[in-house]
């Protein structure tokens, strides 16, 4: 039994210095000089220090049980050469293998697909005094962001890459957009790489450790060793204090940046960036799932403007003082962005003189920058439904929802809140009580409305790698609070899976992405996989032969 949230879409997650809706930031030793105070930064060399130290101790916590292992065989067999080789060869193989995954999935741009951007690009670092990036890569965000591949242990070369959101390109004007790039070319010139991996690996490496066990299913204490328990522990004491550190650092990074891009660009071009950056950001947040809802039930294929949309949201409702108040005290949750305000009296901005409406599209920097057709083709490439899994998110919901009284829609699903400790921990107890319930056929009628069990049944449908399902409330015990669970019981072609490259977590997002559109927030539900070449446990499939099927 188990349920996945609904999969975002994957920006960029590494060690950049980025600069968007909530990743922009200047600062630098002359305007520190000029009287703006520091966040108390700690040290660079300080920081390195517990970043490196961190990072070996968590190489010692994942790899010694490792050595342990591979130590058995030189006990029983003796220190041998034979022993030894293969023992260190098979350490080797393992230690590799049980290493995080740091790779980017970002898709970099071929210099002769946007010959015009690269000179662009070029030309901003030639005139910092930047080095020049290797690569351009492009994703679906209102962003940008420089990165370092291969930085640290690597043997290979280490390749500069700078991000751009495709709506960031829509968004700006030439000016405002070539001010963006420089604030990240400042990052290069900087050379806040070199400790920006560090912070970024070792931070995010220990914030897995924490994680894992929960997102295993191994909350309780009994069910995870010492070993986990002292990694873990560890993690809570260090990430505090590290993260305080680390986000102090990366504001001063920020500020160091903008005063590198503010040698080349206008300063209100910076801030006209920030400011439009910050608020399209705010208002694609507020009114996407809306949008995306209204779009699935009338197109039965992806949108090819979904560039386009926020643009044409701002355009629609100027700018309010109100509203221009609230961009300029916005600053990132965990503070490794000062607030805006601080970065434009920085510049020196008056942000009541700062035009907060997006560029028409021949005034932007797509249209100057790319050809047309460049521009449709990665509009198409890097569309939010771009793939074979997220176009079956797409049919389901479309399936689910044309035709349909929009009466009957559920408010739009906002982010999942943040769950505590023990509320993870019970609803994974509830999880494995209803996955047992179903094992056992303790199930009885599904409670969904008849226009639920419907659109359901129809989003069903439009999934071929979903062979048959059915709906169930699973009933649970009153140990883990009572009542019972929407559970859907599916069985799944492994073939299809096979011919599409997908996989069973696919599938479930997929659902997940119609559960979303159908049930309110928070409904509490879960899903049973199992192939069509396999059978359901006795006791469950005497409950699905007497029950009306939702698909199959």
């Known amino acids: 039994m188990d349920t996945k949230a609904r999969a975002q879409s994957d920006l960029h997650a590494n060690q950049a210095e980025g600069m968007g809706a909530k990743e922009v930031d200047l600062r630098s030793s002359a305007l520190a000089d000029a009287g703006i105070p520091d966040d108390h930064a700690p040290p660079r060399w300080l920081l390195a220090m517990a970043a490196l130290a961190a990072a070996a101790f968590f190489q010692l916590m994942l790899l010694l049980p490792c050595a342990v292992v591979m130590a058995f065989p030189i006990f029983f067999y003796g220190a041998n050469t034979t022993v030894l080789v293969w023992g260190g060869l098979g350490f080797l193989i393992l230690a590799w293998l049980v290493q995080p995954d740091w790779r980017s999935a970002l898709k970099t741009l071929p210099r002769d697909q946007a010959p015009a951007l690269y000179a662009k690009v070029d030309a901003l670092a030639d005139a910092l005094q930047a080095p020049r990036v290797h690569e351009i890569a492009l994703d679906n965000s209102i962003n940008a962001g420089a990165f370092e591949r291969h930085r640290g242990l690597s043997l290979r070369p280490t390749r500069r890459v700078l991000v751009l959101g495709l709506p960031l390109l829509r968004l700006l004007d030439t000016d405002a957009a070539e001010a963006v790039i420089a604030h990240e070319l400042g990052h290069f010139s900087r050379r806040h790489g070199r400790l920006g991996h560090w912070i970024y690996r070792t931070r995010a490496a220990w914030m897995n450790w924490a994680r894992a066990e929960r997102l295993g299913g191994h909350d ?75 779009r699935l039930a009338l197109d039965a294929e992806p949108p090819a403007d979904w560039v386009e949309w926020t643009p044409r949201l701002l355009a629609q409702s100027p700018v309010t003082e109100a509203e221009r108040e609230a961009l300029l005290r916005h600053r990132q949750p965990r503070g490794s962005h000062p607030p805006h305000a601080a970065r434009l009296e920085a510049l020196g901005c008056d942000a009541s003189q700062l035009t907060l409406t997006p560029a028409r599209f021949e005034d932007c920097a797509a249209a100057h920058w790319m050809s047309s057709a460049a521009w449709q083709a990665v509009c198409r490439e890097h569309s939010p439904w771009a793939g074979e899994s997220r176009r079956l998110r797409w049919a389901m919901g479309h399936a689910a929802l044309a035709g349909t009284d929009p009466a009957q829609w559920p408010a739009p699903a906002m982010a999942a809140p943040r769950r505590e400790e023990a509320s993870r921990r019970r609803r994974q107890r509830r999880l494995s009580a209803a996955g047992e319930a179903l094992q056992h056929g303790r199930v009885r009628p599904h409670t969904l409305t008849p226009w639920q069990r419907d659109a359901l049944a129809q989003a069903l449908a439009a999934n071929p790698l979903i062979g048959q399902a059915w709906a169930f409330d699973a009933t649970l015990p009153e140990a883990d609070g009572g009542g019972a669970m929407l559970c859907l019981v599916m069985r799944i072609d492994p073939v299809g899976l096979r011919e599409h490259h997908l996989t069973e977590d696919d599938v479930l997002d997929q659902v997940q992405s119609t559960a979303d559109l159908l049930w309110p927030a928070g409904r509490e539900w879960g899903a049973r996989l199992s192939y069509l070449t396999e059978g359901l446990p006795p006791e469950l499939q005497a409950r699905v032969d007497a029950t009306p099927r939702l698909k199959g």
């Open 220 to 294: 309780d204490v009994e069910s995870t060793s010492p070993w986990e328990r002292a990694g873990r522990n560890f993690a809570a004491m260090f990430l505090p204090w590290f993260r305080r550190a680390s986000e102090a650092h990366s504001r001063r990074c920020e500020f160091e940046a903008d005063a590198q891009a503010a040698r080349y660009a206008s300063p209100a071009a910076l801030g006209r960036a920030l400011l439009l950056i910050e608020r399209a950001s705010q208002r694609q947040e507020e009114s996407l799932a809306a949008m995306v809802r209204e």
